[in-house]
């Protein structure tokens, strides 16, 4: 098996485990057979997901297939921004996520556009169309069965939202080099 397979199906368990709460009746199914162990399980296999996606990406040789355009790293520092925003929001019960219904998918179509605009490798290419791929599945699921976030209307949330999201924007621009191995700031303040 090549990494870039092994990435794909570890994107696969990634998609499982997220699209599984979009799926209420299968849910109800696993969770009747799993009891008390549902919740560490996700948990765990959440993790797990993220793990093997990383070390299969960073383990997967450099196949170019495509020049991204030279325009592609600004965009992709806009998207981000807006992506890490939705993030935020998804993480706070807040007016907006009830607005938005589905920040973490938008968040995660929005990091695979940035990723495919600013890199044009097999690998990148199948980590982030996987998890665009997984993101519409998601927003496709919460839009057929209706799925509305809890909201409070504590405006006070939203602002904590979109703080959160811009800190770990910023966060994730420092510490890129040293989490993913590709440095970014160099993008960013070009010598």
Known sequence: MTTITALALAIALFGFTHLLPSLPRLKARVKGVLGRAYLPLFILTSILSVVLIG?????????????????????????????????????????????????????????????????????TVVLAGGLMLVALLMLWLAWKNDAEPEGRADPMLDYAALLTGAILYLGMIMAHEALIGVPVLPYIMPS
């Open 55 to 123: 070390y299969f990406w960073a383990a997967s040789p450099f196949i170019p297939l495509y020049d991204p355009p030279v325009w592609g790293s600004h965009a992709t520092f806009l998207l981000l921004f807006l992506a890490f925003l939705l993030f935020g929001v998804f993480l706070f019960p807040c007016r907006l996520k009830k607005k938005l219904r589905t920040p973490f998918a938008l968040a995660v179509l929005l990091w695979g556009a940035g990723h495919l605009l600013a890199n044009g490798d097999a690998a």
